[in-house]
């Protein structure tokens, strides 16, 4: 069965470093997403992407954040700086067209900021 | 977008059913109920939706109250594997893509 890989599992990095999250979303799906969730907490949105962009971020995707599909297969998450507050697990999800159908998670990527 | 109630916790016996409540009093005629789980350490997992009328697939069944204000998903025999938080999601379709999760329903499976 297809399934959504993120890469890598686990990331630790200093605060002020650049980290980019990376997915492969099952193949024949369009529209892309990242969520994230702080341990313990709610499974939060940030972005999704369609036809090669953003459709709708929220909040939490403020100008550190953004994506990319660099080519047919991968999607990315650059955050530019990291602070402290973007421990978490990051998980990416992909779905077919139109919005609204199911979503297939990643197992997700834990990022630790130091 | 609507909101929807959860109990926070729930227990069960390994091959009992399960009934897990989800109260969503403000849905809207176009709003589809989506039940997602969150088994320990992994990305959530789609599990089951339906509009009207109750669902069955492989993995559960979602049964719908006729006003719509709250539905149930049924695990018919749990296993250990079906411990996991369970999450119930009202999804606009056309509207939004992104999916809402609240704090969902952690569900204990004993042996």
């Known amino acids: 069965e297809p399934e959504v890989t993120q890469t890598p599992s686990h990331q630790v990095t200093q605060m002020g470093q650049e980290v980019i999250l990376r997915c492969v979303p099952i193949?024949?799906?369009?529209?892309f997403y990242w969520y994230r969730q702080i341990l313990g907490q709610k499974v939060e949105f940030l972005v999704s992407?369609?036809?090669?962009?953003?459709?709708?971020k929220s909040e939490i995707f403020d100008d550190q954040f953004s994506v990319e599909r660099p080519d047919g297969s991968n999607f990315t998450l650059k955050i530019r700086s990291t602070k402290l507050e973007d421990s978490a697990m990051y998980f990416c999800a992909s779905s077919v067209p139109p919005p609204g159908e199911t979503q297939y998670f990643g197992p997700g990527t834990r990022l630790l900021v130091l | 977008d609507a909101k929807t109630t959860q109990p926070n916790s729930m227990e069960s016996n390994e091959e009992e059913p399960v009934h897990l409540p989800c109260n969503h009093s403000?849905?809207?005629?176009?709003?589809?109920i989506h039940w997602y789980r969150q088994l320990p350490s992994q990305g959530p997992e789609y599990v089951i939706h339906?509009?009207?009328s109750n669902v069955n697939n492989r993995m559960a069944s979602l049964a719908i109250a006729e006003d719509r204000k709250s539905s149930t998903l049924i695990l018919h025999r749990a296993t250990l594997r079906d411990a996991a938080v369970y999450y119930c999601i009202l999804r606009r379709v056309y509207n939004t893509d992104k999916l809402i999760f609240g704090t969902g329903t952690r569900l204990q499976v004993f042996p």
């Open positions: 193949s024949n799906h369009l529209y």
């Open positions: 403000t849905i809207s005629g176009t709003d589809y």
């Open positions: 992407f369609y036809n090669n962009e953003i459709s709708e």
């Open positions: 339906g509009l009207t």
